[in-house]
């Protein structure tokens, strides 16, 4: 899930970013309980892009204080409900009490197996494929599996559905190769409006569409 929208619903309303922001982290909350519910393999949340270091500096710090206390608050909740906590893209660059609250939440619930919950931080998927190349290439040829074999998301499911929300239609550099064969679906729901009902229309319109993977 490419999570838009956060900004221009607080722009709407007259409110800072930050507020945004806040009431986007409430969404997650629900969408993740939500999405545990109905039996999906992985979840995928796109939190932070290696691009969004170009925002103002209070809005980032805003973001970091934001995930500081998403971790702390729900990570009790993700290990008693047997949710495995994923994190694709470099977060080791993250500040360092960051950095040690993620490792922990990561080896807390590193043997869950009811769901994956990852979250890209910190994420591009250009980066990603450069490094997966260049991993690939010092092991030796460079193929698609090799690669596919070193992108963050190795060993997760395959993409089967990509949703984004706020009415923008592009990948914003997420996930491009995991995306080639994934079927999309798009809102005009900002982020914080975004509901588990509307998430429910989507994973049902999905089961209706037909996977040709480029055959017939």
């Known amino acids: ?30 969408i993740v309980r939500h999405a545990a519910t109905t039996g999906l393999e992985a979840l995928s949340l796109y939190a932070f892009s290696s691009e969004n270091w170009k925002r103002p500096e209070d809005e980032v710090n805003d973001l970091m204080g934001l995930l500081r206390g998403f971790i702390k608050s729900d990570i009790d909740e993700f290990a008693a409900n047997d949710v495995r906590l994923k994190i694709i893209g470099n977060y080791k660059v993250l500040a360092p009490d960051i950095v040690d609250m993620i490792d922990d ?81 798009f809102t005009e729901t900002l982020w914080p409006d975004f509901t588990p009902a509307e998430f429910d229309a989507a994973l049902a319109e999905f089961s209706t569409r037909e996977r040709r993977y480029g055959g017939r």
């Open 1 to 30: 899930m490419i999570m838009d929208g956060n900004g221009r619903w607080a722009k709407k309303r007259h409110l800072p970013r930050a507020l945004g922001h806040k009431k986007g982290v409430e969404v997650v909350r629900e």
């Open 105 to 185: 939440a990561l080896a807390r619930t590193a043997h869950n197996t009811r769901t994956t919950l990852a979250v890209a931080l910190n994420y591009g998927s250009q980066d990603e494929l450069v490094r997966a190349a260049q991993a690939a290439a010092e092991e030796g040829a460079i193929t698609a599996e090799a690669i596919e074999a070193h992108l963050d998301t190795a060993d997760m499911p395959p993409l089967d559905l990509l949703i984004r929300t706020s009415g923008e239609q592009r990948l914003s550099n997420f996930m491009l190769w995991q995306a080639a064969y994934a079927e999309l679906w």
